[in-house]
């Protein structure tokens, strides 16, 4: 016996172009340093109904493309410092954080991130945190990190 399936109209254009128009409304790009803009694959940031989602940020000066290894300890402060300029980019800041995925290569530098992280983000509200192991990250990098910001004011 087959199944009977219920059908569903295919959407007419103008639904489909209407659809595109309100999800332009509540999306968009965050402007991009220039040094990032060849690269098609991916939004550095994206502004979504009042939060800015951030893609992985790590030691990477974004206006100049340079790399800035070093100590695990100049390595987050840099990538801390990057995701800093990416959401003021977006006009919004650490200060309004709402989640933070933190990717290391190595868990012995967990305590060393919660030091300096604390230095980042406000003491008396601090952002949901996921911490996740991985065992290698672009360019040997040992730390990435994205975030979840509100936009004041949405």
Not at 8 to 14: E, L
Not at 51 to 62: E, K, L
Not at 114 to 132: L, Q, T
Request: with cysteine.
């Amino acid at each position: 016996m087959t199944p009977c399936l219920p059908t569903v109209p295919a959407p007419s254009a103008g639904r489909s172009r209407a659809r595109r128009r309100d999800f332009r409304l509540w999306f968009r790009p965050v402007p991009t340093p220039k040094a990032l803009e060849h690269q098609p694959v991916f939004s550095w940031s994206i502004s979504a109904d009042g939060f800015v989602f951030t893609s992985g940020h790590a030691a990477v000066d974004v206006d100049t493309l340079r790399l800035a290894p070093g100590p695990f300890e100049t390595e987050l402060r840099a990538t801390l410092d990057n995701l800093r300029r990416t959401l003021e980019r977006a006009g919004t800041s650490l200060d309004h954080v709402v989640k933070v995925t933190v990717y290391l290569t190595d868990m012995g530098n967990y305590a060393e991130l919660n030091r300096i992280y604390a230095e980042y983000f406000p003491s008396d509200r601090p952002p949901a945190r996921s911490c996740v192991e991985v065992r290698r990250l672009p360019y040997n990098f040992s730390v990435e990190i994205e975030a979840v910001a509100r936009l004041p004011g949405a």
